[in-house]
C-alpha cells in the first residue's frame, strides 16, 4: 500500500508561477516513475510530466519549457515547478506513483489561473 498526497494548488494570475508537491510513503514498495497529470472539466486526464526511478523526464509538449519535474529520493517527494502559468492550464493535477506491483493516485490539488 502506498499513500499518495498532493499539495501546493492554488489560484495564481497568468504569468504566475505555482510549485506542486508530491509525497508518497509505502512499506516494502520499490517506487518507480512518478507522473504528475492535469484533468480539466469534460476532458480526459492527460499526463504533463513524468520522471522516472532513474530520474529521466518526459513532458508533455504543453508543459516543454514551462514545467519542471524533479524528485527528493531522501524525503520521497516529487515537485512540479509550474511557471509562465496560463487560464488553460486550470485543472485538477494529480500525482500517480508506480510500483511492481501497481499504480497509486492521491486526491489532487487544484489549480487556478485567472487571466
Known amino acids: 500500500q502506498v499513500q499518495v498526497v498532493e499539495s501546493g494548488g492554488g489560484l495564481v494570475q497568468a504569468g504566475g508561477s505555482l510549485t506542486l508537491s508530491c509525497s508518497f510513503s509505502?512499506?516494502?514498495?520499490?517506487?518507480?516513475?512518478i507522473g504528475w497529470y492535469r484533468q480539466s472539466p469534460g476532458k480526459q486526464r492527460e499526463l504533463i510530466a513524468r520522471?522516472?526511478?532513474?530520474?529521466?523526464?518526459n513532458y508533455a509538449d504543453s508543459a516543454e519549457g514551462r514545467f519542471t519535474i524533479s524528485r527528493d529520493s531522501a524525503k520521497n517527494t516529487v515537485d512540479l515547478q509550474m511557471n509562465s502559468l496560463r487560464p488553460d492550464d486550470t485543472a485538477v493535477y494529480y500525482c500517480?506513483?508506480?510500483?511492481?506491483?501497481?499504480?497509486?493516485w492521491g486526491q489532487g490539488t487544484q489549480v487556478t489561473v485567472s487571466s
Open positions: 500517480k506513483v508506480e510500483t511492481q506491483w501497481m499504480n497509486y
Open positions: 509505502g512499506n516494502n514498495v520499490r517506487i518507480g516513475a
Open positions: 520522471i522516472n526511478a532513474g530520474d529521466r523526464t
